[in-house]
């Protein structure tokens, strides 16, 4: 079957370590792969993109990884902050028939940085 | 103010009743989506629509209809036949894989609905 993990439900660090987040993914073979962030009672806001083929993704404090040999993404925020709080989605684009593209999301992973 | 709207915020429905969800979008985007999110889950599409005048169902369609007249506006209507509706209904859109290559998701606000 397909499936879709991110690593536990919930990640509680200390302010000012790097928060590292997993996404883990069977059957697919997804062109791409994604990361939303998303407040409660909200709706997510993109991140950041790998492409199939990138290895590494960086913007700011952000980094993504991406091996599709082990089929997984790992996203990691430096220096996390209290405001870095939240719940972190994962999502595969995947592409059929003429470049039809749909997104499959992860369950999150819901970040909690204490100062 | 650029963006996606989703009205109302707070929905409630009686038994047997449709309610339909406004979704509005002014960011010229060709594809537009719903989704259902319910608490511990990832987002399941309900339908989608790449043009106007053209939708497609997603992974839990049953139960709900779209309409896509015009390229700003995608409402979402959930029917009697949903036995289930209560949870969190998002909106979102996309510039399109035809034009960019890149499924990038724009998200509105939610609305949450609630059976009485």
């Not at chain 2, 339908?47 to 390229?71: L, P």
């Not at chain 2, 209507?77 to 289930?84: D, G, L, P």
Request: aromatic share 10%.
């Amino acid at each position: 079957s397909q499936k879709i993990e991110q690593n536990s439900e919930a990640l509680n660090i200390q302010e000012g370590k790097t928060a590292t987040l997993t996404c883990n993914y069977t059957n697919y073979s997804p062109a791409y792969l994604q990361w939303y962030r998303q407040d409660p009672g909200r709706g997510p806001v993109f991140l950041l993109l790998i492409r199939e083929n990138e290895k590494e993704k960086r913007k700011e404090r952000l980094k993504v990884t991406f091996d599709t040999t082990l089929k997984q993404s790992l996203f990691h925020i430096t220096a996390s902050q209290p405001a870095d709080s939240a719940t972190y989605l994962c999502a595969l684009d995947i592409r059929g028939y003429s470049s039809a593209s749909k997104i499959i999301f992860g369950s999150g992973t819901r970040l909690s940085i204490r100062p | 103010d650029g963006g996606i709207t989703q009205s109302p915020k707070y929905l409630f429905r009686k038994e047997g009743q449709n309610v339909t969800l406004s979704c509005e979008q002014n960011l010229n985007h060709d594809a537009m989506y719903w989704y259902r999110q319910d608490p511990g889950q990832g987002l399941r599409l309900i339908y989608y629509s790449q043009i106007v005048n053209d939708f497609q169902k997603g992974d839990i369609a049953e139960g709900y209809s779209v309409s896509r007249e015009k390229k700003e506006s995608f409402p979402l209507t959930v029917t009697s036949a949903q036995k289930n509706p209560t949870a969190f209904y998002l909106c979102a859109s996309s510039i399109g894989v035809i034009r960019t290559g890149k499924n990038i998701q724009y998200f509105g606000a939610g609305t949450r609905l609630s059976v009485l």
